[in-house]
């Protein structure tokens, strides 16, 4: 897969073809593999993805500390906020959903991984269903979002514990930005720019789950990561730039990642997790491994 | 390299990809080094296992693994009580494997009838996996493709003659890794395999009179 965004972008703008396809054929290339086969397991990573926002909406889901659950489906049938009866309402719901079935152990998709999983079901199945996008168009954003979560494996991390918040939802907000972005007929030069354009948003987040859990704050971050992705979607459809390069946006999350206190990096030792309610939660909620 | 379907996946049961998925891979790895679901099996949680385990579900996840439950089985949020049922006999503690273990790694030692097998391995996040001892050996087991353990009494010629094996059933080796404690002692291979071995080759390896014991781990990975 690419290590660059900008060569992937360049590519796909020189041989006149979308991101996704670009990405699937060179997959196909990369793993000797039918690029109908790859559709295949994307789709069914889709279907995953929706059964899990199905799933979360019940709202009878909760996490075995107790500490999150239900709140998915207040978006549903609580009361009206200045974004009711629009797209970004249902979104949201469709990221605490997916993270609720996830804390509560039922099956997501990691994409990038656990605890970013509600980021990218929620942003592309709920704009899919806002504008009556058929499943092709969403296996083709499946696939552009996971060049650029390769790009970011490749130059930053994808992961908590060396990079922090922005490593795990701030990656699957760039991604779903970039992958929604020319679901809704962006160019590759506007992917790339929602892309930077949502991470950018997210430089800096830390990873402070309550005990070291994927529950608090991680469902409700699943729900921000998602805004800054429609946030990063909206400005590039409507013409805006980011002047910083993506691969350059990239490689200072990494850059940043790698200085971040270890009392960010998902140990528990900072952040939310360390206020004196965090902490007292944890004591009270989180139980310990029982001998048998 | 990076796969789309890497970035996109695993399909898993929750919360976590390294507490979770990773911890059932383990499971599913020290199965296979006893070729079944063991009898009984003691599980040592070291480091962020021991710390935040339960509440990530690891001890029903590595459970489960050791069922043959795989990371997307949604029976593993049961799979302490499954266990319970089907009679394995497990006991977790938590434990300090070393100074510099990955801050997630347990070592599970299992035992089926007459087999037993004592197993480290830790969980790398993304729900990769990396099995770093084997009854001892130091070993690199990623369980991304199919592997063969072996150990062998450390004669010459018996690297050529497990390649022999594999290269006559059309099986394409990926890695090799040969280690020994000492010189004239035994030697532990793990040799990882494109292809999924059939128990044909296993068998024939088994055979050889020079080889101590061998077994086949299916791959762990989606």
Not at chain 2, 66 to 84: C, Q
Request: aromatic share 2%; glycine share 12%.
């Amino acid at each position: 897969m690419y290590r660059s965004l900008a060569d992937a972008i360049r590519d796909a703008e020189e041989q006149r073809i979308t991101l996704a396809t670009l990405a699937l054929a060179t997959e196909a290339k990369d793993q000797g593999r039918p690029v109908e086969e790859i559709r295949t397991a994307l789709q069914r990573a889709l279907d995953i993805m929706r059964g899990a926002v199905d799933k979360g909406m019940t709202g009878d889901l909760f996490s075995a500390s107790g500490l999150v659950g239900g709140d998915a489906a207040k978006l549903r049938t609580g009361p009206e906020g200045p974004l009711s009866g629009t797209p970004f309402r249902d979104i949201l719901a469709r990221a605490l959903a997916v993270q609720e079935v996830n804390a509560a152990m039922g099956v997501i998709v990691a994409a990038p991984t656990a605890g970013g999983a509600g980021v990218l079901p929620a942003v592309l199945t709920g704009l899919a269903h806002a504008r009556g996008i058929g499943d092709a168009a969403v296996v083709d954003a499946l696939a552009v979002a996971g060049l650029i979560g390769a790009v970011i494996a490749e130059r930053a991390s994808l992961s908590g514990a060396e990079g922090g918040c922005q490593a795990e939802t701030g990656a699957a907000a760039a991604m779903a930005a970039g992958a929604a972005t020319e679901m809704l007929g962006g160019t590759p030069a506007q992917v790339g720019h929602a892309t930077a354009l949502a991470m950018q948003g997210t430089l800096g987040l830390v990873c402070d789950p309550l005990g070291g859990l994927v529950e608090l704050p991680c469902v409700f971050r699943n729900a921000t990561g998602s805004a800054i992705a429609l946030t990063g979607i909206e400005l590039a459809l409507a013409g805006v730039e980011f002047r910083i390069p993506v691969d350059e946006v990239i490689d200072v999350m990494g850059e940043i990642g790698r200085s971040m206190d270890v009392r960010y990096r998902e140990t528990a030792g900072g952040g939310l997790a360390a206020t004196p309610t965090g902490r007292r939660l944890a004591r009270e909620r989180l139980v310990q491994i029982k001998k048998r | 390299m990076v796969s789309l379907l890497d970035i996109i996946g695993p399909v898993m049961v929750g919360p976590s990809s390294s507490h979770t998925a990773g911890a059932c891979r383990l499971g599913l790895l020290a199965r296979g080094l006893i070729g079944g679901t063991p009898d009984r099996a003691r599980i040592e949680l070291h480091g962020s296992f021991a710390r935040t385990g339960e509440g990530h579900g690891t001890d029903k996840a590595i459970a489960g693994g050791l069922m043959g439950f795989r990371p997307d089985d949604e029976r593993l949020r049961d799979a302490l009580e499954i266990a319970e049922r089907e009679q394995l006999d497990y006991v977790f503690e938590k434990t300090t494997l070393s100074d510099d273990a990955h801050p997630n790694s347990v070592r599970l030692t299992v035992e089926r009838g007459d087999r037993h097998a004592t197993m480290i391995g830790a969980s790398l996040g993304a729900g990769r996996v990396r099995v770093s001892e084997i009854n001892g050996y130091s070993v690199e087991v990623s369980g991304n493709l199919h592997t063969v353990v072996l150990i062998a009494e450390d004669v010459t010629g018996s690297v050529a003659a497990i390649a022999t094996i594999l290269a006559e059933h059309g099986l394409n080796i990926a890695t090799l890794r040969l280690s020994r404690k000492e010189r004239g002692g035994d030697a532990f291979m793990a040799i990882e395999i494109d292809e999924q071995p059939g128990e044909a080759v296993r068998d024939e390896i088994r055979s050889l009179p020079w080889v101590r014991w061998a077994f086949r781990l299916d791959k762990v990975s989606a």
